[in-house]
């Protein structure tokens, strides 16, 4: 699904008015009409609903809303926040349609405020893509009210203050608990440092141009199931073990010889044909007697890795999961990188040794994937001011060193060399715990071993090991789930998509 920017969303918008075509009244109807159905579902009739209006189209969306709610019985007040008696034209035939039913109030001056703890449920149309500037006097009064409400808050499109293309710096920004969001998400939800302001989002439909959206360029989507259910290739009713590749890891050492487990059994519960551990010594046991289906060959090392071994014969080689920074593995890494000419995936301790070793980043094979969470993607970077700044530095990265850079967080992002960033939409907090990195670096391993291009594995493997931990969630919740959870739940990820 394609992400826009604001102004994307005024064209796709303009287009569907003039060549549906449908009056610009009758799609803001629609919108309406979709976020009321969304809000019915969620709230009682038994709610006092507060509607908070700007002037723009967004405060119409929110006219319409409120009539809608008293057509099904709700208890609303509506209060348009005018400074001027300027308003679009779409508002003002809305105002005048609710005006009709129950009287709109006006809010004109500090005092006007209305007092909200009286409702339960507080609706957002102060502003919205059509936000300018900051959020500055009665409006940013009026903003401070709704959070200090502590009522649960529906944004209508956008969370008013915040800016969706650029870093919104900290003042006056709705606080959101839900974001209904019309047709296309947008870039700025996907940000971590925007979590307050967003809460959980949704994408609503409301019928524009599917035409128009494609014709719009857009280096920034969010996967979903149906992308990636085009992507996964069924297996054929007479493969063996040898169809569906063979991959190697090199992971593991002295105390961290777990992080070799996931990854091994990720990389099987993700449909592996083949797969062979490169372990220091001391791992040798472990590996054997904990994942039986993995063929184990032991480094010289005792503790940690110092060779490397012959990888031509493999489909794909991930590396890095619990390897540690010796010097010896140091050049373990090295030679791997050198030897092996396909695209690999290094994650954790391997991309900490890049970040010490910078001319390692000069010889990567093209197309390498490497999975970084932020705190190792700073040690490779640098630092960075703001969410957006850490999305051009993801972007550069990529692109400079032609290789794909997996962003671990909330909304994972896959950046390929090409400037395309794609967010991933599953996933949860139950997540964030140690081992969860090991498991995505063994899922991608495994599907670029099965065939699958680089792109295709990055993408399939972030999407899925997301769904994984979300069905995991469902039965076990978040607080108690830990990366063999996620593990576990691969294979019901895969039944999803049957
Ligand atoms: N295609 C769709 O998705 C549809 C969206 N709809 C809804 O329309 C809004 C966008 O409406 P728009 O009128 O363009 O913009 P806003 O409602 O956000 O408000 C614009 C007015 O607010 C003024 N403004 C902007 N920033 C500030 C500020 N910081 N303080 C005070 N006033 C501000 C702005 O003034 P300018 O000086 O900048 O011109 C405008 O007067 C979208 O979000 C959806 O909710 C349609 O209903 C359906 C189709
Ligand atoms: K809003």
Not at 27 to 38: G, I, K, P, Q, V
Not at 274 to 286: A, E, R, S, V
Not at 320 to 335: A, H, R
């Amino acid at each position: 699904m394609k992400i826009l920017s604001a102004e994307q969303v005024r064209e796709v918008d303009k287009y569907t008015i003039e060549n549906e075509p449908i009056p610009s009244i009758d799609l803001m109807e629609r919108a309406a009409h979709a976020f009321t159905d969304w809000l019915i579902s969620h709230f009682s009739p038994k709610s006092k609903v507060a509607v908070i209006c700007g002037t723009g189209n967004n405060g119409g969306d929110g006219l319409a809303v409120a009539r809608m709610l008293l057509g099904k019985k709700y208890q609303v007040d509506t209060f348009a926040v005018k400074r001027s008696n300027e308003a679009s034209a779409d508002f003002k035939i809305n105002e005048k349609r609710l005006n009709e039913i129950k009287p709109v109030r006006e809010v004109t001056t500090e005092k006007g405020i209305p007092l909200l703890e009286e409702f339960d449920v507080i609706i957002d149309g102060l502003f919205g893509s059509g936000l300018s500037r900051e959020v500055q006097g009665l409006h940013a009064d009026v903003v401070e009210m709704i959070n200090k409400s502590r009522k649960t808050v529906v944004s209508i499109d956008i969370p008013s203050g915040l800016f969706t293309d650029h870093h919104t710096f900290p003042g006056a920004v709705v606080e959101a608990d839900y974001t209904l969001t019309f047709q296309v998400p947008k870039l700025a939800f996907f940000f971590p440092e925007n979590a307050q302001y967003v809460g959980e989002w949704y994408v609503v439909d409301i019928g524009l141009s599917a035409e128009a959206i494609d014709q719009q360029r857009s280096h920034y989507y969010m996967l979903t199931s149906e992308m990636i259910s085009k992507l996964l290739k069924p297996r054929k009713k007479f493969a063996h073990k040898g169809d569906h590749g063979r991959a190697l890891i090199m992971s593991g050492s002295y105390g961290k010889m777990g992080a070799a487990v996931l990854c091994a059994r990720a990389a099987l519960r993700t449909g592996i044909g083949l797969l062979t551990m490169y372990i220091p010594t001391c791992g040798y046991d472990i590996i054997q007697s904990t994942v039986p289906e993995a063929m184990a060959i032991p480094d010289e090392g005792d503790h940690f890795l110092t060779s490397y071994t012959d990888l031509e014969n493999y489909d794909a080689v991930g590396v890095g999961p619990g390897i540690g920074k010796e010097q010896e593995t140091v050049y373990s890494l090295m030679q791997s990188i050198q030897t092996y000419k396909k695209p690999m995936v290094i994650d954790a301790d391997g991309l900490n040794i890049i970040s010490e070793h910078g001319e390692m980043l000069e010889i990567l094979p093209k197309n390498t994937i490497i999975t970084p969470h932020p705190k190792e993607f700073e040690r490779l970077v640098g630092k960075w001011s703001d969410d957006f700044e850490k999305l051009a530095l993801q972007k550069d990265f990529a692109r400079k060193h032609d290789i794909i850079v997996v962003l671990k967080g909330a909304h994972t992002s896959v950046a390929l060399p090409s400037g395309d960033i794609f967010f991933n939409s599953t996933g949860n907090p139950g997540m964030a715990s140690g081992g969860s990195g090991d498991v995505l670096t063994g899922m991608i391993t495994s599907l670029l071993g099965q065939g699958y291009i680089p792109e295709e594995a990055a993408k399939i493997g972030v999407f899925m090991h997301g769904l994984a931990a979300d069905l995991a969630a469902e039965v076990i919740g978040e607080i108690g789930m830990v990366a063999t959870d996620i593990t576990d739940f691969i294979p019901e990820a895969y039944q999803q998509f049957k």
